[in-house]
């Protein structure tokens, strides 16, 4: 059973919670065997090419027009408007075929001669036009799904690491942030062990501070969470949260989905901790005591490492996806009523997950 989430700076709350069904057992990696890391690449859309010129007057008549031209359009189907709100959920998602990730082959014309090699001379490359891989039609079905489940405060983040560009949709105020800023705090006390403050080896509650930091992360246990934030300190949790652009406070325990996202990013590019660190806490975030938002929408072969937070009427999954050097941080906060609804909500988070991996991956 998922422990609960706590906003209590002086100690743990425990709240009663649903029991979990476990999705699935496993590690939530890419089949390929691929690591986490700051691989991720920019898809391309269509390639540039020239052909050589059957006859020289033709070239040469190019040349005199003053220029080469060459160029790729890619024309997207709409797809049909979302359901009423009061439809079952159903998924919008549309899936796009990988686009070619190979750069432009630059190629020579005929009739341009180099005067020392006297064979035909290459123009410089003319670079392909990327299409981002977080396109406006992706954006449109998020935002329909959102406009379909107007019942419910629900805040989407999307990040290509590749170039870190934050996308929100929805709600983007504060929300409680339940357990997902578990990570918060084990990427702050992390900080305090690699500037020589800490240690991952010295004793914490019944065991070590290691040790409690993959309770908190994998298992969410709020008792480990409440040693780790006396250990960094209240001063020191909201310094660490404003050295990486976020404000924030753990007696109130707010955060917005782009905040989350950000911390998730910083994370997994390796900017928040070392390599040794950023790979441990990213393992402690599979194989995790609740999987049934994010993980079992996520196709085959895509990475996951994620955090849940489940608290009052407060529901959400921040997840790391990723697959053959590509990933995306994907964030997914919900507040609704209580816990009678997390049954539609967890629908709907899974809906966001097919729509958002059938368009990335």
Do not use: C
């Not at 906003?7 to 919670?17: A, I, K, L």
């Not at 406070?249 to 911390?263: G, S, Y």
Request: charged share 15%; glycine share 10%; no cysteine.
């Amino acid at each position: 059973m998922p422990a609960n989430d706590s906003n209590n700076s002086t100690g743990p709350v425990r709240m009663p919670e649903p029991t979990p069904r476990h999705y699935r057992s496993g590690g939530h990696r890419a089949s390929d065997g691929s690591q986490p890391g700051p691989r991720a690449l920019a898809r391309r859309e269509g390639r540039i090419r020239r052909q050589y010129a059957t006859a020289a007057a033709v070239a040469l008549a190019l040349v005199a027009a003053g220029g080469v031209y060459a160029g790729v359009q890619a024309g997207l189907p709409s797809d049909p408007p979302a359901a009423a709100a009061t439809a079952p959920v159903t998924d919008a998602g549309r899936t796009v075929p990988p686009a070619s990730d190979l750069p432009a082959t630059p190629s020579p014309v005929a009739g341009t001669v180099s005067a020392a090699a006297g064979k035909p001379a290459e123009l410089p490359a003319v670079p392909a036009v990327a299409v981002p891989a977080i396109d406006p039609e992706l954006e449109s079905q998020i935002n329909g799904i959102i406009a379909a489940n107007s019942a419910y405060a629900l805040g989407v983040s999307l990040i290509d690491v590749s170039d870190g560009v934050v996308h929100g949709y929805g709600a983007q105020g504060k929300f409680v942030a339940a357990s997902t800023a578990k990570i918060l705090a084990a990427s702050a006390y992390y900080h305090l062990v690699e500037t020589g403050r800490a240690s991952l080896t010295a004793r914490m509650g019944a065991s070590t501070a290691g040790a409690q930091i993959r309770q908190m992360v994998q298992q969410s246990n709020n008792e480990s969470w409440a040693l780790i934030l006396r250990a960094v300190g209240q001063r020191g949790i909201t310094e660490y949260a404003a050295s990486i652009g976020i404000t924030y406070d753990r007696t109130v325990n707010l955060l917005t989905p782009a905040e989350m996202a950000r911390t998730l990013q910083l994370l997994y590019t390796g900017q928040l901790l070392n390599a040794r660190n950023t790979a441990q806490l990213l393992s402690y975030m599979q194989n995790t005591n609740f999987e049934t938002l994010i993980p079992p929408a996520v196709p085959p072969g895509v990475g996951v490492h994620h955090k849940y937070g489940l608290l009052f009427g407060n529901l959400h999954d921040a997840a790391v996806l990723d697959k053959d050097g590509r990933a995306f941080v994907f964030v997914v906060y919900t507040r609704g009523k209580n816990y009678s609804d997390m049954g539609p909500r967890t629908q709907i988070i899974q809906q966001l997950t097919r729509t958002v991996t059938a368009a990335l991956f």
